[in-house]
């Protein structure tokens, strides 16, 4: 049969009609719950009732104009976000890959002005930045990159959590411009690094005038139990990317940006038909308030901790396990063998995990996560690693 649609993706043979909190339902009736938020983006849960009554207003009023005009709700998400954040001002894209080529973009154009010709970029080995040409070339996976050379030029890659490789780099080259890099890498395989890193890093760019630059769009709005990851090592970053959790599943992204940063596009260097625009804008400011009103963050902090203490209770003595580690509600079960199985498996058992870097459980589950569907999720995915472990015994 013609498939109409470009065969991009391995889809799971499951189509969801209807969500409701961390719930999900299939065609056929069935139940699932959803540990994986559509990949950290419905953080407040499916048809939260907040964003569904803000979305159904403004789409009676005003769903997009242009960014040639003013724009009441994009102004409005701006004061809201970048004071949630502390960052000074913000680019409304559509995606996190949009918005990581702004925050290139802006480190370009930051450089040469400086004077500094050929501007690189520090990025890490296992990092995911996006699927654009510049985004991917970024990305430090070569499966992501594969067939799409020639790559965009101007970054320079490092090991992740590696300050020598970073310092050699920062003593070699003389024409780095900034650091791009996750607070923890989530497609890398929910990569923590040591608690120092961040600082180290914030430090480095500080004593070389580089800018960092954070992409938190999977590590952002609460979902390591604080608003942002980086706030963890209480350092603040000067450009700072978010998409995924920011509108609950209405497409945005956003690039922020603070101090001199902040102040590094003018008109004409950058834009987007989209971006911003005031059905989006409405979203995304609803999450925050409600994000802030229910105490999400800290929600997520302390479900995180139960997870990872109920996991590591249940799993222990496998020594199949390499590893369990998380913060908040961004949670990885690292097995010794490839476990890409253990997705169908857990769609059967009626529970949506996520398998990366090929032997990382991913769970991601809504910040909404209740008590019940805690424990839901612990004896399912529990069940899931003890029966898959004993089928490859055998
Ligand atoms: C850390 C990070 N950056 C960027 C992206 C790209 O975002 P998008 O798919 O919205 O372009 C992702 C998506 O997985 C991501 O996890």
Redesign the pocket.
């Given at each position: 049969m013609h498939d109409p649609l470009m065969a991009t993706y391995k889809r799971l043979p499951v189509t969801f009609v209807r969500g409701e909190g961390a719930w999900l339902w299939d065609t056929d009736g069935r139940r699932y719950l959803d540990a994986l938020s559509g990949?950290?983006v419905c953080g407040l849960g499916h048809a939260h009732p907040a964003v569904r009554e803000a979305l159904c207003e403004q789409a009676g009023l005003l769903i997009h104009t242009s960014n040639l005009y003013q724009i009441a709700e994009q102004q409005a998400l701006g004061e809201v976000l970048t004071a949630y954040s502390g960052m000074d001002r913000v680019f409304f894209a559509n995606?996190?890959?949009?918005?990581?080529e702004a925050a290139i973009k802006l480190a370009r154009l930051h450089a040469h002005r400086k004077g500094v010709k050929e501007p690189g970029i520090l990025v890490m080995e296992g990092?995911?930045?996006?699927?654009?040409l510049a985004?991917l070339s970024a990305t430090g996976n070569r499966k992501v990159q594969a067939g799409f050379e020639p790559l965009v030029q101007g970054f320079v890659r490092v090991p992740y959590d590696d300050m020598a490789a970073v310092e050699t780099a920062a003593a070699n080259r003389q024409n780095i411009a900034a650091i791009l890099v996750?607070p923890i890498?989530?497609?890398g395989g929910i990569n923590i690094p040591a608690a120092g890193y961040l600082p180290r890093l914030r430090a480095l760019c500080d004593a070389h005038g580089w800018l960092l630059m954070l992409?938190?769009?999977?590590?952002g709005m609460g979902r390591t139990g604080l608003p942002f990851a980086h706030q963890h090592s209480g350092i603040q970053p000067d450009v700072m990317?978010l998409?995924?959790g920011l509108a609950n599943g209405v497409?945005i992204?956003a690039c922020l940006a603070r101090g001199a940063a902040a102040d590094v596009f003018g008109p004409g260097n950058h834009g987007s038909t989209f971006g911003g625009n005031p059905l989006a804008c409405r979203a995304a400011r609803t999450v925050i308030e409600t994000l802030t009103r229910e105490g999400l963050a800290g929600r997520a902090a302390a479900m995180g901790e139960y997870l990872l203490e109920g996991f590591r209770r249940r799993l222990e003595g496998r020594p199949e396990v390499v590893d369990i580690r998380g913060r908040g509600l961004m949670l990885g079960i690292e097995l010794d063998r490839p476990c890409a199985d253990l997705v169908p498996q857990g769609l059967a058992a009626g529970l949506l995990i996520n398998v990366t870097a090929e032997r990382v459980i991913r769970l991601l589950p809504p910040l909404i996560l209740d008590e019940a569907q805690a424990e839901l999720l612990l004896d399912g995915v529990a069940d899931l690693v003890g029966t898959f472990l004993a089928g490859a015994a055998h």
């Open positions: 990949i950290a995606s996190g890959a949009e918005a990581n990092s995911f930045h996006g699927r654009t985004t996750e890498q989530g497609e992409d938190e769009i999977q590590t990317t998409a995924k497409p992204g």
